[in-house]
């Protein structure tokens, strides 16, 4: 059991890292080197800086969206969701009381914890952006 867990968080890690960092590596360190598909892509005068900054840049906006999201907008849209689906469950058992749930009723209803590598992996990846790209992109670390 431990050393599946173990194998499944090291593929997982290093298909993250490819999957994160690969396109950033290639645009800051080996586009002006390496032929793509035969072509030249290099950057105007060799300065692939301003192509990372944006990359960057579009990166933490679009992550920080995301996130704004997934913590505010989903939550309210399930409860609006459970709320309706209680309602409409209520006008058919016309007459009877509304259910009310015990404190320990709602705690079981809680999803499970899904571990520590779920939350401490996009902290990880940040601070590798932070690490390797803060010379693009100095705002990134706030």
Same mark, same amino acid.
């Given at each position: 059991e431990t050393q599946h867990e173990d194998a499944l968080i090291v593929r997982s890690c290093l298909f993250n890292v490819v999957n994160k960092y690969f %396109?950033?590596?290639? &645009? /800051?360190? *080996?586009?002006n080197h390496v032929p793509?598909?035969?072509?030249?892509?290099?950057?105007?005068?060799?300065? %692939?800086m301003p192509v &990372? #900054?944006?990359?960057?840049? &579009? #990166?933490?906006?679009?992550? /920080?969206?995301?996130?704004? /999201?997934?913590?505010?907008? *989903?939550?309210?849209?399930?409860?609006?969701?459970t709320d309706f689906k209680m309602n409409a469950s209520l006008k058919k058992a016309a007459g009877q009381g509304a259910p009310v749930?015990?404190?320990?009723?709602? /705690?079981?209803?809680?999803?499970p914890f899904s571990g520590v590598f779920d939350q401490y992996s996009p902290y990880v990846f940040q601070f590798g952006y932070i690490a390797c790209f803060t010379v693009a992109f100095p705002m990134g670390a706030l």
């Open positions: %396109c950033l590596i290639l &645009v /800051a360190f *080996l586009i793509i598909m035969g072509e030249d892509l290099s950057c105007p005068d060799w300065q %692939c &990372v #900054h944006t990359m960057l840049m &579009v #990166h933490f906006i679009a992550t /920080a969206m995301m996130q704004l /999201a997934e913590a505010n907008l *989903l939550p309210y849209l399930k409860k609006v969701y749930k015990t404190p320990m009723e709602e /705690a079981l209803e809680t999803p």
